[in-house]
Structures are given as C-alpha cells and as structure tokens.
C-alpha cells in the first residue's frame, strides 16, 4: 500500500471547497485589526488573537523596521551558537521583571516552547506528565514527545480538580510529576481552576506550568496572566506563552526559577537545534511589552468588549460558553450548521473562526469568536446584529 494513498483519498476539503463553505487559509489582504480586507472585501475581525490589536500600532511596527535596520531580516543560527541578539536577552529580563520571576528564556514560537520544556523536563520511567484533557495541540506534542523518552502520560477531564485529584492519588507520591494547563483555554476560553489545582499539585509532589497565551495582555493584574490573576505568583512553578496574541508578534517564552530556565536553556532541543526568533518579532514584541505595561486600560477595555457581546449574544438566545476572557464560544451544535452559519456570517461582513468535529466534540460545535481592545461600539454592534440576523434564519435562536 502507498504511503499517499490516505493524501490521495482525503476529500473531505475538496467537497467543502466544492459547496462554498470552506472558511480556512482564507487570504488577508490588508489588516487594520478589526477590520480586515479579503477577496478586496472589507470585513469585521471577529476571530483574531490580536487581543490588544498591537500588529497596526505605529510604535511596535516603528520598532520592527528599526530593529531590522539595525541587526538585518534574520539571526541564521540557535539562541545556543550565532542567534543571540542583545534584544533577545532585553526581552527576556524585561519579561522577567513583568512575571516577578527570576527569569525567562524565549523560542521561536509558543508551539515549539512546549515541545521544548515538556520532553526535556520529564523524559524518565518513572516521570509523569499530568496533563488536561482539552489543553493545547502543542502540550499534546510535547507530552508524546516526554513519552516517546519513556515517561509517562496522564490525562484528567477537562478543568475537573476532582478527577485531577483521582489521577494524581493513584500516582507513586515520590516520582516526579509536570502537571500542565492552559491558563486561559483556547477553545472555550475558560479560566483554569488554579487555586485548586495548585494546592493538588502540593500535596501530590508535582511541579506545575501554566501555558499563558490566551491569559497574558487578558487577565491578571495589568495582564500579568494566570498566576497574578490568583495571586499565586510563587506557587506556579512554570509559566509558558506566546508572542503571537497580545505581543503582536511570533515567538514563544517559559518564565520560572533561574536554574529550571538554566537547565532548559542547555538541554532544551527545541531551543538548540532551531534557529532564534527574529529581530523584528523580538523588537514588536517588547514595543508590545511596553504599551501593555503602559497603557493598562487596553486590557479593560478588551475584557468590556468580549463581555458586551457575551452579555448580549447570550440575552439574544445563542448557547454561549460562559467566561470573562477574550474568547466567546457561540456553540452552533453540528458541522452543518458551522459550516452554513460561517458562510453567512463571512457574506454578511463578519470573519469568526469556525471550529468542528473531531477538533471539538459532537455538539460542541462553534463559532469561535474573540475581540480585540482596539474593536469599537460600531463594530461590536455589527457583530452582535449579523449574529442575530443569522442565528434567526438558522433557527438558532
Ligand atoms: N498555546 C496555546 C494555548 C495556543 O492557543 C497557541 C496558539 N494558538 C499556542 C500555545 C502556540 O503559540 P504560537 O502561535 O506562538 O505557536
């Protein structure tokens, strides 16, 4: 049997494509942040991580280009040999006194710093990795990674502390254990059950990581993420995030104790054997960085914006996963319905990202939407009318 019969078989897109109700790799043309032009049509951003809508800020583009000028289009080598820039460790110092943590180290994308803390921190026999049922694609790969070293992978129900306390009690006590979650997560936008969580990881000697990319520029204080949101900044042992949401940027970081990032630092192949991020995306980033420490009520005001539509979208009748983070899932319940709802949405002048199974589970599909503090009262309005607009034709509502 040929390896690309699966390729050659795979239609499922093609038919998609055929009935017009394809919504991926959808080409943007120009971006403003909440509005976007494509196929040279203007519509509302309703589906972006650009949380804090930075990408189109004059000073983080300024300090791209000027980065640029300065060191060039691309570091050519790993943090480890040739890729180390001065601007790599500003940011990382600047990000460690954001945390209050003794340091940070940076990669070159979210996706790949959990590939290269997870495997590189637990690979032994007697090592686990604890893990949510609905964390992110990325902490999956790298769990398969630590059991591929010959660790070993536990699963508990999604933001469950009770079934979390079930799989960690049958758990020798003395073996060392990674307990991992999204922070904020990334499909239904709920907040972790930290407080709990934390006080399971102590009395079952596990260390815990926190993945921030959804909570960072989001909750927390001044949007310190996750950790700050509980005040339980010196009980989170790891805190890992992205450049990509808040910062404006690409790249990745794990924040935590100076001789945990030390050892990340030379062990970590994900670290050592790809090349450093850019300057430009490590020069936005701390542009970013900047705006966020200095204009906090960015993050109020995104939080007000994802809460009106939440509020009214859920007065309206929509089935809403309930939250107070920039995520609203608007749950449509079946692939067809997505896939129809997204199309008329997109028509109508509203682009959401449209989730289906098996991404999700059967019911759980939806419309995912997410706001950014830059959207204003006319765009929310839009958003909320076409939504209602549609969700009536559709019998959703
Ligand atoms: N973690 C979570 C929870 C995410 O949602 C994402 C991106 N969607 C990542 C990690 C990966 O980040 P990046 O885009 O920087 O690879």
New binding site residues.
């Given amino acids: 049997m040929d390896l690309f019969k699966k390729c050659n078989d795979f239609t499922r897109a093609d038919d998609i494509k055929a009935l017009g109700f394809y919504p991926y790799f959808r080409a943007i043309e120009e971006n403003e942040g909440p509005v976007v032009q494509i196929e040279g049509k203007k519509v509302v951003m309703a589906g972006s ?1 650009n949380y804090l809508g930075l990408t189109a800020h004059p000073k983080v583009k300024e300090a791209a280009l000027e980065a640029i000028r300065k060191y060039g289009t691309g570091c050519s080598g790993s943090r480890y040999l040739t890729g180390t820039l001065d601007l790599h460790i500003e940011l990382e110092s600047r990000l460690a006194k954001f945390f209050g943590t003794e340091a940070v180290l940076l990669f070159s ?4 710093s ?1 590939q290269g803390i997870i495997p590189t921190l637990v690979q032994g026999k007697n090592e686990y990795v604890v893990s949510d049922k609905d964390n ?1 694609a ?1 902490i999956v790969a790298g769990q398969i990674m630590a059991k591929g070293l010959t660790a070993n992978l536990e699963r508990y129900k999604h933001n469950d502390m009770a079934d979390l306390e079930r799989v960690l009690s049958k758990l020798p006590i003395d073996s060392p254990k990674l307990l991992v979650s ?1 922070g904020v997560f ?1 499909t239904g936008g709920e907040i972790v059950h930290l407080k709990k969580l934390v006080e399971l990881a102590k009395k079952y000697n596990a260390r815990t990581l926190m ?1 921030d ?2 909570s960072v520029g989001v909750i927390g204080k001044g949007g310190r993420g996750t950790a700050s949101e509980f005040g339980l900044e010196e009980e989170v042992d790891l805190t890992m995030g ?3 949401k808040t910062f404006a940027s ?3 970081f794990v924040a935590g104790k100076e001789r945990v990032i030390n050892y990340l630092k030379h062990h970590s192949s994900a670290l050592i054997f790809s090349a450093s991020p850019t300057p430009a995306s490590v020069a936005s980033a701390l542009a970013a960085l900047t705006i966020l420490e200095e204009e906090p009520w960015r993050v109020e005001k995104l939080i007000s914006n994802a809460n009106k539509i939440r509020e009214e979208l859920t007065a309206a009748g929509f089935n809403i996963i309930d939250g107070r983070t920039a995520i609203v899932p608007v749950i449509v319940g079946n692939d067809d319905i997505a896939f129809a709802m997204w199309k008329k949405l997109y028509e109508a002048g509203v682009f959401v990202n449209v989730f289906i199974s098996p991404g999700v589970p059967q019911g759980r599909q939806m419309m995912r939407t997410s706001y950014m503090s830059t959207h204003e009262d006319e765009h929310l309005d839009f958003i909320i009318n076409t939504f209602k607009k549609i969700g009536k034709e559709l019998g959703l509502i």
């Fill in positions: 991580n994308t979210g996706y790949q959990a992110h990325c999204d990334s993945d990319a959804h992205t450049f990509s690409l790249g990745g």
